[in-house]
């Protein structure tokens, strides 16, 4: 039987919009304390420069690095594929996840995404994370589905009764 593709994409750049707002508040906090200083020193270009370039360069990277992720799900495996200019593929069989819980921070519930926080039984990385995926609930379902396949047990039907068996989800207020 051949694996059919789950999900293949990259994660939504809207998990960095922490780093944005981080990155802006630093920069209001270099531009305060230089406006500050500007009657006891004169303003010095060059440092206000280097100060914001480097501000800059730590906004930037978490950006790079999402836009240089991978992911491929499939009824066998989960593929991540990251880095800039060192590659690192690594795999998960779909044969060691334990459970699978959905996340919605109210920030990425605004953009319609949602984290999902896979629990293995893997030594190296007991618990996997798959940041800011667009359509969370759904992929969490069929992911679920897939790794019920694999373990050969009964698919339980979906329900938004917590305290029903199979329900797996967790959503934040």
């Known amino acids: 039987m051949a694996n059919q593709v789950i999900f293949s994409g990259a994660p939504s750049q809207v998990c960095n919009l922490p780093a944005l707002l981080k990155g802006g508040v630093v920069m209001a906090l270099i531009g305060g304390i230089h406006l500050c200083t500007s009657n006891s020193f004169p303003l010095q270009w060059n440092v206000l420069l280097a100060q914001a370039g480097a501000v800059l360069i730590g906004v930037g990277l978490p950006f790079v690095k999402t836009a240089f992720t991978r992911i491929a799900i499939d ?5 991540w594929t990251q880095g800039i200019l ?14 699978i819980t959905s996340i919605h921070p109210w920030w990425l519930r605004l953009f319609g995404t949602g984290s999902i926080i896979l629990t293995t039984n893997d030594v190296a990385h007991p618990v996997r994370r798959l940041p800011a995926i667009s359509n969370a609930d759904q992929l969490c379902k069929r992911l679920d589905e897939a790794v019920a396949v694999h373990h050969g047990r009964h698919i339980p039907p979906y329900t938004n009764d917590p305290n029903a068996p199979g329900y797996s989800q967790v959503h934040s207020i």
Do not use: Y
Request: proline residues 0%; aromatic residues 0%.
């Open 86 to 99: 060192h590659r690192r593929v690594s795999t998960l069989e779909l044969s060691r996840i334990q459970s």
């Open 75 to 79: 009824t066998a495996r989960i593929t």
